[in-house]
RNA sequence: CGGGGUGUAGCUUAGCCUGGUAGAGCGCUACGUUCUGGACGUAGAGGUCGCGAGUUCGAAUCUCGCCACCCCGACCA
C-alpha cells in the first residue's frame, strides 16, 4: 500500500496480460528489430465488438512497444467477400483508433505490391508500411491479402518443388472421406506420390483455367496419420471461377487461409500473429509452412486468445448478417447491434470502447461477459464529458397557476457538475411546463419520491412546486396538473433550506423543443440468446420512440456532442436519420437506475 | 477410445515462472454527501483458488492422478 504514494494518481493501469508478457520478453531480448502486429479482418462482413477487442490489443501492444500494426484484409475467398466491407472495416477501424493508435497504423501506398529480393538463391518478398500521420497526403489503402497472390503462387510452387505439396484430384466428397476422422487416422491420396514436374505442370494448368471449380486442389504433403486433422495434407489452394473484387478476373485459384495467413504475416514482416482460440489446432500448420519454405527473414509467430462473448447479444458473422437480411433489424449500423458502427451511431464513443477493452482483459479463458461491464465503461466515459440537459420523453402539462402566462422566471442550471469549465445556462420557468408521466404518480407505491395528488416535488434549478389539482379527461386519463409554484425556494429566493424528497426536470411549454427520440434496450432479453433458436429471444421492445419535449438549447446541436439527459440517459443525435428540421436523437444509455430494481415497484 | 486448450467470489480477472493459506474492477447491500433514485465517499457481504493425492515447516503457486467445459473431421476464415 505504502509503496504506491509514488505512484501518479492519473497514471492509467497499464494493461497486462499473457500475451503482452510474451512481447515484453521478446522486446527484452531484442528477438526483433521492432513489433509489428496486424488485424486482419475478412471482408465479409461488418465488425463488432469482438473484433474491437482484437482491434485493441493489436493496436495496444503496436503503440506500447513503439511498434506498427497493420490492418490487412483477409480477403482469400472471393465468393464470400466485397467492397463494401472494406469500406466499412477502414470507416471503423479509424474510428476505434482515432488519437490513441493512429501514429502506429500500417497502410501503403495504393496499389502496391511486394517488393522482391533474392537471398541464397530463393526469392523473398517484402511488403512496407506506411503510416499515414507520418505521409501526409499520400494516397494510402490498407494491406489485402490478395496483394501477395503471385507470391503466395511462386511459394506454392516451392513447395512443389520441395516435394512438399502435390496437386490431388479427388473430389471434394473424397478427399472429406480420406481425412478420416479425429479418432481416426486419414488415407492418403492415390495423387500423393505423383512426381512433382507432374504436379507443376498440373497446378500451372488450374492456374491457366483449364479445370472447373473443385476439379483439382494443391495440398501440402504432410502425415494423413497426424492426430491433429489439420496435418493431414491440408488443402492449399483450390479452384474458384470467380471474380475478385480487388484482383478482378486474374485469378481463377485461390488460397486458403492456412497457405496464405501465415506467408501474408510474413511478407508483411508480422512479429505477432494474434488470433483467436479456434486457430489453436492450425498453429502447427502455420508454422508447418513457414519452416519448410525455409524462409531468410525471422518468422512470425501465431498467439491465440479468447473471443469476446457478451450477454443479451449474439457475435458470429452468420447471426447478425441474419438480423439485417431479415430486416429484424434496420441494418447493420442499427444501433441495438453489437456492431462497431452500430454502437457509434448509438452514441457510445470509441474511447468508452478501448476503456471496455482494457477491463475485460485477454486470457485464453472462453467467458460470457456481463453487459453490466460494458454499460460501466460506457456511463463513466458518458459521465465526464457529457453537458446535462433537460427533456421529458412522455409530456404531461403541468399549469403554474401562480406564474402569469407571458412572463418568465430566469433559472441558472449548471451544464456539467463533474466538469465546473462546461459553465451554467439559463432556463425559463414558465406558466405551462411539461414533466414527464412517470414523475407523477396519482395512487405511489411506498417510497415513491416523486409528485403526487396534494404533494411537492422540487422543479430542479426552479423551485419546489405543489400539486393542487388533477384534471382528467372523460376515460379518466390525467391530462394536465394544476400546481402553485414557491418561488421562495429557487436559489436566490428567502427559503432555500426547504427540503423535499423529490427533485424533477421540467420543460418550459412555450419554449420546447420537440424531437424524436429512440429509446433502445438490449436486443435479447436472454443473457445467452445463442441456444440454437436466437431468433426467438428478440426483444420485442428494444425499440421505443417518443416525441419528446427537449429544452430550448438543444436545438441545433451537433452530431459529435454527447448529451446527460437528466435523471434520464446518455443521449446523441442519430448521425444518419437527424436533420436539422426534424432532430432524432438515440438513447446511447439509461442512466443506472437502483430506483428500477426496487421490489414492488 | 485421438489431438489441442481452459478451470481463482454472481461476472470479468490479478497472483502461478521466482511456494508463505488471495487482490482488483463490475454487480450486490447498508450508511453518508448532493437540487439527477445519477455521481461521489465510507463500510460490508461474497472465494473449500475444479477435485484428490504427493513434495514441503508451509501449496492457488511445484509433482502426479482424476473431473468438467471449450475447440478440431469446409475445396470458410
Redesign the pocket.
Known amino acids: 500500500m505504502s509503496e504506491e504514494k509514488d505512484t501518479p494518481v492519473t497514471a492509467p493501469a497499464a494493461p ?3 500475451i503482452r ?1 510474451i512481447v515484453a520478453g521478446h522486446v527484452a531480448e531484442k528477438r526483433y528489430a521492432g513489433i509489428v502486429t496486424r488485424f ?3 471482408p ?1 462482413g461488418y465488425l463488432h465488438i469482438g473484433h474491437a477487442k482484437s482491434i485493441c490489443l493489436n493496436f495496444g501492444i503496436a503503440r506500447e512497444n513503439g511498434g506498427q500494426c497493420h490492418l490487412r484484409m ?4 472471393p ?2 467477400e466485397d467492397v463494401e466491407y472494406v469500406e466499412s472495416i477502414m470507416e471503423d477501424v479509424h474510428w476505434l483508433i482515432d488519437g490513441w493508435a493512429d501514429h502506429c497504423l500500417g497502410f501503403k501506398p495504393r496499389g502496391k505490391l511486394p517488393t522482391s529480393q533474392v537471398v541464397n538463391g530463393s526469392e523473398d518478398f517484402i511488403q512496407e508500411a506506411v503510416n499515414p500521420l507520418k505521409s501526409p497526403g499520400a494516397d494510402l489503402e490498407p494491406f489485402f ?1 490478395s496483394d501477395y497472390f503471385d507470391q503466395i503462387y511462386a511459394y506454392a510452387v516451392a513447395l512443389i518443388k520441395k516435394g512438399k505439396a502435390y496437386v ?5 466428397e ?3 472421406k480420406y ?6 487416422p486419414g488415407v492418403e491420396s492415390p495423387f500423393r506420390n505423383r512426381s512433382i514436374e507432374e504436379s507443376l505442370a498440373l497446378f500451372e494448368r488450374m492456374r491457366a483455367g483449364e479445370f472447373p ?5 494443391l495440398r501440402a504433403k504432410i502425415d494423413m496419420s497426424a ?4 496435418l493431414r495434407d ?2 492449399l489452394y ?3 471461377h470467380s471474380d475478385h473484387h480487388q484482383t478482378g478476373n486474374k485469378w481463377c485459384i ?5 497457405f ?2 501465415c506467408l501474408s504475416d510474413y511478407i508483411e514482416g508480422i512479429t505477432h500473429s494474434i488470433c483467436t ?7 502447427p500448420l502455420y508454422d508447418w509452412i513457414l519452416t519448410e519454405l525455409g524462409l531468410p527473414r525471422a518468422l512470425p509467430h501465431q498467439y ?1 486468445f ?1 473471443r469476446l462473448s457478451l ?1 443479451y447479444t449474439v457475435m458470429s458473422k452468420r447471426k447478425l448478417l441474419q438480423l439485417v437480411q431479415e430486416k429484424l433489424v434496420s441494418g447493420w449500423d442499427d444501433p441495438r447491434m453489437p456492431t462497431i458502427s452500430g454502437l457509434r451511431r448509438r452514441g457510445v464513443p470509441a474511447s468508452a470502447l478501448r476503456q471496455f477493452a482494457a ?12 453487459v ?2 460494458l ?2 465503461a460506457i ?2 466515459d458518458l ?1 465526464r464529458k457529457s453537458l ?1 440537459r433537460f427533456a421529458v420523453l412522455r409530456p404531461l402539462k403541468l399549469v403554474l397557476t401562480n406564474i402569469p402566462a407571458g412572463t418568465s422566471v430566469p ?1 441558472e442550471a449548471v451544464n ?3 466538469d465546473p469549465a462546461a459553465g451554467t445556462r439559463t432556463l425559463d420557468l414558465t406558466h405551462e411546463v411539461y414533466i414527464d408521466q412517470e414523475d407523477f404518480m396519482e395512487v405511489p407505491p411506498p ?4 409528485l403526487r395528488p396534494g404533494g411537492e416535488v ?6 419546489i412546486i405543489k400539486c393542487d389539482s388533477v384534471v382528467k379527461d372523460a376515460s379518466g386519463n390525467v391530462t394536465e396538473l394544476h400546481c402553485t409554484a414557491d418561488l421562495e ?3 436566490s429566493g428567502s427559503n ?1 433550506t426547504k ?1 423535499v424528497k ?4 421540467w420543460v418550459s411549454a412555450d419554449k420546447a423543443v420537440e424531437a424524436e427520440v429512440r429509446l433502445y434496450d438490449r436486443l435479447f432479453n436472454v443473457a445467452e440468446p445463442d441456444d440454437g433458436d436466437y431468433k426467438r429471444h428478440l426483444n420485442p421492445n428494444s425499440l421505443e420512440i417518443v416525441r419528446a419535449k427537449l429544452e430550448p438549447s438543444l436545438a441545433g446541436v451537433g452530431k459529435e456532442e454527447r448529451f ?1 439527459f ?3 440517459g446518455y443521449f446523441a443525435l442519430d448521425p444518419k436519420d437527424s436533420t436539422p428540421e426534424a432532430p432524432v436523437f438515440n438513447r446511447t444509455i439509461t ?8 421490489p414492488g415497484k
Open positions: 497486462s496480460d499473457f508478457d486482419p479482418p475478412e465479409n483477409d480477403d482469400t475467398n465468393t464470400k491479402a490431388c484430384d479427388l473430389s471434394p473424397d478427399t472429406d481425412r478420416g476422422s479425429p479418432d481416426k471449380n473443385g476439379a483439382r486442389v492426430p491433429n486433422v489439420w491440408p488443402v483450390r479452384i474458384r485461390y488460397p486458403m487461409y492456412d496464405a495467413h482460440l479456434e486457430f489453436e489446432v492450425h498453429r491465440e479468447a450477454g477491463n475485460i482483459g485477454v486470457t485464453k479463458f472462453n467467458s460470457l461477459t456481463d453490466a461491464v454499460e460501466h456511463r463513466e459521465n446535462r433559472c456539467n457538475p463533474e417510497k415513491y419520491f416523486r422540487r422543479l430542479k434549478y426552479a423551485c425556494t429557487r436559489a432555500t427540503k423529490g427533485t424533477i426536470q446527460q437528466e435523471r434520464l442512466l443506472k437506475d437502483t430506483w428500477a430494481k426496487a
